[in-house]
């Protein structure tokens, strides 16, 4: 069962003019927050973002940032 945190307080950003489509996000994200949408990856709800930062640490093309643990 996935929880959402506490709203509109999470740190996630993705520059989706980086983004290469790789899909990594998704296959390292315990939350599913992302879906690729026309080749890119995009956050389907925010806030279930635990702020882990895997996607960060996994993203090839340095598209995601996140404050580990703010939210």
Known sequence: ???????????????SNK???CGMCMDVCPHSVFELKEKKACIKDIDYCMECGACVKNCPAKALNVKKGVG
Do not use: A, E, R, S
């Open 19 to 21: 983004c290469i489509g």
């Open 1 to 15: 069962m996935k929880h959402k945190y506490i709203k509109n307080v999470v740190t996630l950003k993705l520059d």
